[in-house]
C-alpha cells in the first residue's frame, strides 16, 4: 500500500512510524513544506501522559533523561476560593502520570527515529491540494508535481485547508495564553499544576532544566498589557495568582504570547484521505491534551489500517467515528478546564470548590479521571 502523509510534525512522523511498525504500508513517504534544518519552533514544554510515552517507545522514539521531567502528580486548584483536586500516580499504581519535554527535543527525537526506520521525507514539498482519484488519492505540490497513493493523511497542522469537504469550525477564544518560565524557590518536584484564575487557568509544567514553564491564559486585552509589564511587576503578579505553595517564584524567561483559538474539523475523513493531529482539532493549550490527542489518533489510526478487512475509505470512516469518545472527551474536559473555570464571584467558586472537592474525596471516580487522562 502506498501511503502519502502531508506534515512532518510530531503527528505525521508518528504516523508513519506507526505504519511502518504495523507493517501496514511498503512505501510511505512525507511531504514537508519547510527545509529540513528548519529549527523546532517555541519554547512549549510539551506534557505528555505515560500513555503518550509508551507509544512513542515502540516506535523507537527515545528522549535523554537530561531533556525529560517526570510529573507524578496534578494537583487543582482555585485562587481565593476552597477545593483542591489531587491526581496522584501512586493512586492509580503508576510510577508517573507522565512527562514533560521541550518541543525541539522531541521533534528531534522523532526525526532521528523516522531517519532511523528509513521512511523518505521531501522537504520543500508544499502541498496545494489533495484530491480524490477513483479508489483513491491524488496529492498536488506547489511545484507543480502531482503523487497518488491507496491513501493520504493529513497531519498539516492548523492552517489545514486542502479538502474543501472538511469543514473547519473555529471559535475565538478571546483568550491569549502568556508562556513563560519560572524558578520555585521552595521547588516541588515532579508536580504540575492548574489554577483557576479570574479570567483564565494557569498551569506550571515542570521541565527537564529544574524550572516550571508556565502558560497562563488571560483575557486578550488583557494579556496585551501584560505583554508590556517589566519583569518585577510582572513577577509580582505570577505570584499574586499562583499562590505560595512553591515559595517564591523568580521569571526566568521572556515572556511569548498564543492566541487560544479551538478548531474542529468535521468531517475528518473522506474516500482515502483522513485528517490527524492539529490538522483535525485545536485545543486550548491549558489541559495540555492537543499533542496527547494527536498521538492516539496517529496509534488508533495505524492499528485501525492494520485490521482492515473493508476497503481503505469504509476502514477510515469506522477509524473516524472510533475517535469520536475520546476526542469529544479530551475537548470536553480542556473546555471545562478552559472556560468553566475562568469567571469570577462566590457563586460560582462555591460549586467550583465543592466538585473539586467531591473528586479529591470519591478516590473510585478520582482514579477513573487518571486512568483516562494518564494511562
Ligand atoms: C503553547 C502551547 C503549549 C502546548 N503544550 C502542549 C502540551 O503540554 N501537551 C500536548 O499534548 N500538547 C501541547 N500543545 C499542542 C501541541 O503543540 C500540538 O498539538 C502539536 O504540536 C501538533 O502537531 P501536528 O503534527 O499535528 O501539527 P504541526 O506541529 O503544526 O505540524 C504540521 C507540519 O505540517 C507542515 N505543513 C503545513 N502545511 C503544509 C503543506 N501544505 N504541505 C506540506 N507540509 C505542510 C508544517 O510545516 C509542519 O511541519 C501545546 C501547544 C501550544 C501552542
Not at 117 to 146: C, D, F, N, R
Not at 230 to 257: C, H, P, R, V, Y
Request: one cysteine or more; proline letters at 3%; a positive charge.
Amino acid at each position: 500500500m502506498k501511503t502519502l502523509i502531508v506534515g512532518a510534525g510530531p503527528v505525521g512522523l508518528a504516523t508513519a512510524l506507526a505504519l511502518k511498525y504495523r507493517c501496514v504500508s511498503d512505501d510511505i513517504t512525507v511531504l514537508e513544506a519547510g527545509s529540513e534544518n528548519a529549527v523546532a519552533f517555541g519554547d512549549r514544554n510539551i506534557a505528555l501522559s505515560s500513555a503518550s510515552w509508551r507509544f512513542l517507545a515502540k516506535l523507537g522514539v527515545t528522549v535523554s533523561a537530561s531533556e525529560r521531567a517526570s510529573i507524578r502528580e496534578v494537583e487543582i486548584t482555585q485562587r481565593g476560593a476552597f477545593g483542591l483536586l489531587r491526581l496522584d500516580a501512586t493512586d492509580v499504581a503508576a510510577a508517573e502520570l507522565g512527562a514533560a519535554s521541550p518541543y525541539p527535543a522531541l521533534k528531534a527525537a522523532l526525526d532521528n527515529a523516522t531517519h532511523a526506520a528509513g521512511i523518505q521525507i521531501l522537504y520543500g514539498a508544499k502541498v496545494s491540494s489533495v484530491q480524490h482519484v477513483a479508489q483513491h488519492a491524488e496529492v498536488h505540490l506547489e511545484s507543480g508535481e502531482q503523487m497518488r497513493a491507496d491513501c493520504v493523511v493529513l497531519a498539516d497542522g492548523a492552517g489545514s485547508d486542502l479538502v474543501a469537504e472538511f469543514k473547519r469550525t473555529e471559535r475565538d477564544s478571546g483568550q491569549t495564553a502568556i508562556i513563560t518560565r519560572v524558578s520555585a524557590s521552595k521547588p516541588r518536584r515532579s508536580v504540575a499544576f492548574e489554577r483557576f484564575t479570574d479570567g483564565g487557568a494557569l498551569a506550571l509544567i515542570p521541565r527537564a532544566d529544574r524550572d516550571w514553564t508556565v502558560v497562563w491564559a488571560r483575557p486578550r486585552v488583557d494579556a496585551e498589557r501584560m505583554l508590556q509589564l517589566d519583569t518585577t511587576s510582572l513577577t509580582s503578579e505570577i505570584n499574586a495568582a499562583f499562590g505560595n505553595t512553591m515559595g517564591e517564584l523568580t521569571l526566568t524567561a521572556k515572556l511569548t504570547s498564543y492566541p487560544l483559538v479551538w478548531r474542529f474539523v468535521e468531517p475528518r475523513a473522506s474516500g482515502a484521505i483522513v485528517a490527524l493531529g492539529n490538522a483535525a482539532q485545536g485545543l486550548h493549550p491549558v489541559a495540555a491534551q492537543g499533542l496527547n490527542l494527536g498521538l492516539a489518533d496517529a496509534q488508533q489510526f495505524a492499528d485501525a489500517m492494520a485490521k482492515k478487512s473493508a476497503g481503505i475509505a469504509a476502514t477510515l470512516t469506522s477509524f473516524a467515528r472510533q475517535r469520536g469518545v475520546d476526542r469529544v472527551t479530551r475537548i470536553g474536559f480542556t473546555g471545562l478546564l478552559a472556560y468553566g473555570f475562568d469567571r469570577g464571584g462566590w457563586l460560582l467558586d462555591v460549586p467550583r470548590g465543592l466538585g473539586l472537592t467531591a473528586v479529591q474525596m470519591l478516590p473510585p471516580l478520582r482514579r477513573q479521571l487518571t486512568r483516562r487522562l494518564a494511562l
